[in-house]
């Protein structure tokens, strides 16, 4: 059986860079994405450009009953997987107050059920194909008080912490589970508002998704559990450790200010 790596939220962004760079390093990948991306044609450019099998799904992964018919599919075409990169997930700076009841259950489901359903129904896959490995995208404002994304940290800290459990629990089996906390990485129009319209914090952790795609993978591949992109990253994270929650409040008050005047 050939082995995948298969990336969610491939289409753009962190995804899409981790789809090249895992191809740049010989890995067959599976790029999934919303419908309606050219999806097809980008997992076709990666599998020319670095001479790699490819193949692609579009689906909604809000929906749990898709995340079972990925799997149907990948099992119908006789496809490996031994890395599964949870990758597709959304932020943004908003009043708690103003989010509608479906932005809220749309970031509910895709940064937590989603990742954690794909991760369930991979998990067997992964154990066949081991040694193997999850890498789960969180942030760097996970654990961290955060005003104005409150529920976008909370489900990040979720990503977490479900990681770095799993971590321990799937060793045994093979599994290597990682989980990848970036900063600002300037991808869509969301985030590079907030970088240009922002205050220090907001461009202090700045880094190219390439960058975060390449330290993220390495990474992974060596086994860490929790990572951090670059040496500037790992102290902005000590740093959002010790502060206390009122002086980091302040901090992300004071942009989101900046950001809406
Ligand atoms: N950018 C940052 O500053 C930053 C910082 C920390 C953490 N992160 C995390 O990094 C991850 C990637 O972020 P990014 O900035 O690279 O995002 P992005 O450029 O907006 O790409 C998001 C990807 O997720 C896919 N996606 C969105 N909703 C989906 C759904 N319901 N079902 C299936 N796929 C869906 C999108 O597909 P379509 O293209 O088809 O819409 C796209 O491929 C996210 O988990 C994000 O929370 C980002």
Redesign the pocket.
């Known amino acids: 059986m050939l082995n995948y790596t298969l990336i969610?939220?491939?289409?753009?962004?962190?995804?899409?860079?981790m789809s090249r760079y895992c191809a740049s390093k010989g890995m067959n990948i599976l790029m999934?994405?919303?419908?309606?991306?050219d999806?097809e044609p980008k997992a076709q450019d990666v599998a020319e450009k670095y001479n790699v099998k490819t193949d692609f799904f579009?689906?909604?992964?809000?929906?749990v009953s898709?995340i079972d018919r990925m799997k149907d599919w990948v099992e119908s075409k006789g496809y490996g997987v031994n890395f599964l990169i949870?990758?597709?997930?959304?932020?943004g700076t908003i009043e708690f107050g103003d989010m509608s009841g479906g932005l809220i259950d749309?970031m509910i489901?895709?940064?937590i059920k989603?990742t954690t359903h794909m991760m369930n129904r991979f998990v067997p896959s992964l154990k066949q194909s081991s040694p193997s490995y999850i890498l789960n995208?969180?942030?760097?404002?996970s654990n961290q008080v955060a005003p104005y994304k409150a529920l976008?940290t909370a489900t990040?800290t979720f990503?977490r912490n479900l990681s770095v459990s799993l971590a321990y629990e799937l060793k045994d089996d093979g599994i290597s589970v990682s989980v990848?906390?970036?900063?600002?990485?300037?991808?869509?129009k969301?985030?590079t508002d907030?970088?240009d319209k922002g205050n220090f914090a907001a461009r202090a952790s700045v880094m190219s998704?390439e960058e975060?795609a390449k330290i993220a993978i390495d990474k992974t591949l060596k086994g860490v559990i929790t990572i951090t992109t670059g040496a500037k990253n790992g102290v902005i994270r000590r740093l959002l450790a010790s502060l206390p929650g009122k002086t980091v409040a302040s901090i992300a008050i004071n942009q989101y200010k900046k950001q809406n005047n």
């Open positions: 969610t939220g491939a289409s753009s962004g962190i995804g899409l860079e999934a994405s919303l419908p309606g991306e999806l579009e689906c909604n992964l809000t929906d898709e949870n990758n597709a997930g959304f932020g749309n489901d895709l940064n989603a995208v969180s942030s760097l404002i976008y990040k990503v990848l906390l970036p900063g600002a990485t300037p991808t869509n969301v985030v907030q970088i998704a975060v």
